[in-house]
Structures are given as C-alpha cells and as structure tokens.
C-alpha cells in the first residue's frame, strides 16, 4: 500500500481517515488485514501520532477499523462488501473490487502463455484433460424453433438429463420444474442475490472461501461474513451460531466438496451437524457443489452432497465445468419451483436469458452412452497429477519448510502452509511471479496465514523437479528477509 496522504485542504487527521477509507474501499487494504503501529504510521504519513491516534479512534468508532488488546489495529470484517453511500464514479472505476491489491491476478494472468510458466493457478480443469464437447445432428431450423420454444428456465431435455444424472447423487425426487439453466455457478449466484438478498443483507461464508473474489456480492451491497474452517473442511459451528445471532445472516454460502482453496470435503458427521445447526437457526444454505456431477458419475466414492441430507433448506449450485472447463458455461440451481420461476423471471427482465445452444450441447455431452467411462479415465489423470504435486512437495515438506495436507477430492488443490518466521504482505507474493511459479495467494481467499493454492490441472511430470527448485528459491528468499528485516 502507497502510505501517501491525499493532497487536499482538510485536517490532517480527515486525510488520514480520507486515505485509510479509501484503501478499504479499493482493496489497498483488506478484511482482517493489520495496520502498521501508530508510531510506525506516524512517520510514513510525516505527522504527529497524536493525529494518526484521532483518525484512528475515528475509524473505529465507524466501525471500519477494530483493536484488539495487545495486537495492535486490524481491518475490520464486518464491513466487507458495503459500498459507500454516495457513489464516487471515477473512485468506481478504478476500485479492485476483488481484494487483489497491485493487480496480482491480472499480473498473473498475463504470464499464463509464457513457455517457462509452473502454472498451479488454475482450479478448473485444463484443455488437456477437459472431456470433448459439441453438438451433432442439429439443423439451423431446429435451433431457431428450440429457441423460441425453450422454458425460461432452461431447456426441457437438458433438466431431463439432469434429474437423470442428479438423482441418484441427491436421493431424492428431482422435478424439472425445480432446475434452473444458468450460464455457470456464478450466474446462479448472482441471480441469488438479486432475487432474493437485499442492500445490506448479511450472509456467512466459510473462510478461507473462493467466495471473497466474487465481486458480485460487494456490488450489491451484501454484508460478507467469514466462518472459519477446520482442520478437516468442516465450519466451526460454534462461531457460526455466535455470528449469526450477532449479523442475522439470510444465507450461509458453503462449498463442502473439494472445497476451494483448501481442497478438503466437510466429513459426513460435520455435514449433519451443520445441517442441524441451521435447521435450528433457520439458515437457508446455499450449496457450491462444483465436483458433484463428476461425483454422480463415479459412485464408487460417493460424497453426500447438504443437498441430499435436507433437500428443503439447502439450494443446490453446480456445473459442468469440472469435466469440459470453463469455456462451456452450463450450471443449475436446483430450488423450490415459485423460487425457479420468480429467478428466471428475474433473469429474463435483464435480458440475461440463456440461448438454447449452449444448453444442447450440454444434453448431448451428458447423454453420451461412455460418459462415466469418460470420467473415470478424467478422474486418474487427475489423481496422477496430485501425485506427481506430492512428489514435487514432499521434500520440502520433510525439511519443515512448508506444511501441507493432500486434498481429499480428486482434482481439487493443495493449500500449502509456507513455514516462515513472518507475516507476509500481498507485495512479498510477487516473488511466485518472479520465479514463474503461478499460484493463488491467501489474501484472495479472505485469510492471511501464509497459504498458497496450488492446483493440479495444469502440472506435468516433468515440471517437479525445477517446481521443488523454485520454491526451494522463494522460500530461501523470505527466510532471508526474516531474518535481515532491513
């Protein structure tokens, strides 16, 4: 962050105050994140601690900043994902909504094709291991009559392929009149938070949780919360009851299968425990469930999905990008069927409706007669690839450098603990992007612990020995500066 106060005629305990807003509300500074100590601040900014004292005693007040006895003051959480009253259009333009402060991702995304790129960013499934994907036997007169005739909620055959594959999985009864067609999990999202949130509302989410990228939430005004996870992919129920009562959250937002970033699936008996706990809260969930049709179709290591153990309080969020990636964007809600009719309403007054071309493609791949045998052989190339990232790891892991757990889902990520004797600073990450190394660094995900994600998709047999050396470099690189702080 630029400890720069703004050019203007005000006090300068408002500039402080005008600076540290603004680095909030752009994601300069994120949830959770701590603020140097006031002597510190006072000379970056070149004024009196007593003025940094008032601006920040005004922050807190606001509710922006927090203290905490003995630790200093820290970003607080509870304001995360509220805009400003009056909006600053050119502040607007320019604001990082994702927390991803110096622009990493775009920095990263730019390296993607560069040929010596160690690419573990990726949490989707590469071109190469996608499942092939078209559509055959369709003349021009039949799309134009399909089009015309499609369901705001989707296309019939394709709901019928989808209560076909989903039954079993959910065990229960699926109508097709409770599906809604969406263009990939985010849209279903969306539509969620303008069907049925409002400005202001609070819900929970787990944390670490790929949720706190999605700028959706924060464009709408939605109050984000985060729930911590254990050790085991499981939520703490215990601080989800403390929060509730506390932030009266509308939804909890969860993602219990090869949860993304950890890679954990939330045990049987933790998922039943949870089911409880909101029953008894009355806490609608939403359900993430972005393995769940890979699931369906290898029942050899079934995961009952929330939405099997309380078919009434759960909505059902998946896709099928885990088998054909992300350029074919096919997802569902599974939902009572007013609350399917009133979202497609919703989405049909955006003029966002969903062309019936996508949604047969999508019928023919599922309704393919190897489709199982397709993802059994997708599955162990995805179990080969987490093996060969064990290997890469695992001699580091042996030297006490990093810390780190195999994912429990195949084709999910590794959350790797870096073992360094400091906190580090979304800046200190760039050094992954110095060594051609791409990874997801913690600070996307809502935590600040020294984590990276590292996906498999993308990783080669050929790439473990150089990845060991790299990391081996990175880490080296941070014990140094611990230890030579200046």
């Known amino acids: 962050m630029n400890w720069q106060l703004p050019a203007t005629h005000q006090s300068l305990y408002l500039r402080v105050i005008a600076l540290i807003t603004h680095a909030i509300e752009t994601g300069a500074l994120l949830p959770g994140e701590k603020l140097p100590a006031e002597r510190q601040l006072a000379e970056k900014l070149v004024v009196n601690r007593s003025t940094i004292q008032h601006a920040l005693n005004e922050l807190v007040s606001n509710g922006l900043l927090v203290r905490k006895v003995g630790s200093g003051t820290w970003v607080s959480t509870d304001k995360w994902g509220v805009l400003p009253e009056n909006v600053n259009w050119q502040n607007y333009l320019s604001t990082n909504r994702f927390g991803d402060p110096a622009n990493y991702l775009t920095r990263l995304r730019a390296m993607e094709t560069e040929p010596d790129v160690i690419n573990l960013a990726h949490f989707n499934i590469s071109p190469e291991l996608a499942l092939p994907i078209s559509l055959n036997h369709v003349s021009a007169e039949q799309l134009i009559d399909q089009e015309t005739s499609v369901n705001l909620s989707g296309a019939t055959v394709l709901k ?14 699926i109508q097709p009149d409770q599906i809604l067609i969406t263009s990939g999990a985010q849209q279903a999202f969306y539509l969620i938070t303008q069907g049925l949130l409002s400005y202001g509302d609070a819900i929970a989410i787990e944390k670490p ?59 049987l008996a933790k998922r039943r425990a949870l089911i409880k706990v909101c029953q008894q809260l009355k806490l609608p969930i939403v359900e993430d469930d ?7 179709l290898n029942p050899t290591s079934p995961i009952v999905p929330l939405k099997a153990l309380d078919p009434n309080n759960v909505l059902y969020v998946g896709s099928l990008s885990s088998l054909v990636g992300s350029h074919t964007r096919i997802g569902w809600l599974l939902a009572p069927a007013s609350l399917v009719t009133r979202l497609a309403d919703i989405r049909q007054q955006m003029e966002a409706g ?42 580091l892991a042996d030297d006490d450098q990093l810390t780190y757990q195999q994912p ?29 190394v791409l990874v997801r660094p913690d600070f996307l995900f809502g935590a600040h612990q020294n984590h990276i994600r590292l996906g498999v ?3 080669t047999k050929t790439q473990i020995s150089e990845l060991r050396t790299r990391l081996t470099q990175i880490l080296t690189h941070f014990n140094t500066q611990s230890e030579n702080p200046l």
């Open 160 to 173: 019928r392929q989808l209560v076909q594959h989903l039954t079993p999985l959910l065990q229960q009864a």
């Open 209 to 267: 949780s790929y949720f706190y990228q999605l700028a959706l939430f924060q464009v709408a005004g939605i109050r984000v919360f985060g729930i911590p996870l254990q050790p085991d992919g499981s939520l703490d129920l215990v601080a989800l009851q403390k929060a509730y009562y506390k932030h009266h959250f509308r939804f909890l937002f969860v993602n219990p299968n090869g949860q993304n970033p950890t890679g954990m699936a939330m045990p």
């Open 290 to 296: 972005p393995f769940g049709i890979s699931n369906a």
């Open 354 to 395: 969903m062309s019936i071309f996508p949604q047969l493609i999508a019928t023919q791949f599922l309704a393919q007669p190897n489709l199982a045998d397709q993802v059994n052989q997708q599955t162990a190339q995805l179990r080969q690839r987490t093996q060969w990232l064990h290997t890469a790891l695992q001699p």
């Open 408 to 436: 429990t889902v195949d084709g999910s990520s590794f959350w790797v603990q870096l073992n360094v004797n400091r906190s580090l600073t979304a800046a200190d990450y760039d050094q992954f992007l110095t060594h051609q």
């Open 457 to 459: 998709a993308y990783f």
